[in-house]
């Protein structure tokens, strides 16, 4: 089952633009928050930018400024535009989204995508 898709990857020129969109499964429900993460070839997977229920952001450091994260809550879809794209942008973006409720006891479980290609070139 397909629970989260992206899309809106792709390749681009330095100084482009691109913008991912995230669709979560109406099936997941109590999402608290989405975001997105990424990972280049040979580092860890890092934060990009994170947005929760009430509109709250958070961004890496290298991003501020360049990627704005926003969130439509009622269709469980998170999206990321970026501008000024850099060559070290070049990743797989990951969407997540973070599942939590309460039933007897906190349940809480991350939804992966399963990562779109962002390459920027020089």
């Known amino acids: 089952q397909v629970q989260l898709v992206e899309s809106g990857g792709g390749l681009v020129q330095a100084g482009g633009s691109l913008r991912l969109s995230c669709a979560a499964s109406k099936s997941i429900f109590s999402i608290i928050a989405m975001g997105w993460y990424r990972q280049a070839p040979g580092k860890q997977r890092e934060l990009v930018a994170r947005?929760?229920?009430?509109?709250?952001?958070n961004y890496s450091d290298s991003v501020k400024g360049r990627f704005t994260i926003s969130r439509d809550n009622a269709e469980n879809t998170v999206f990321l535009q970026m501008n000024n794209l850099k060559p070290e942008d070049t990743a797989v973006y990951y969407c997540?989204?973070?599942?939590?409720?309460?039933?007897?006891?906190?349940?809480?479980?991350?939804?992966w995508g399963q990562g779109t290609q962002v390459t920027v070139s020089s």
């Open positions: 997540n989204a973070e599942q939590r409720y309460y039933s007897g006891t906190y349940y809480s479980r991350d939804y």
């Open positions: 947005i929760i229920s009430g509109g709250s952001t």
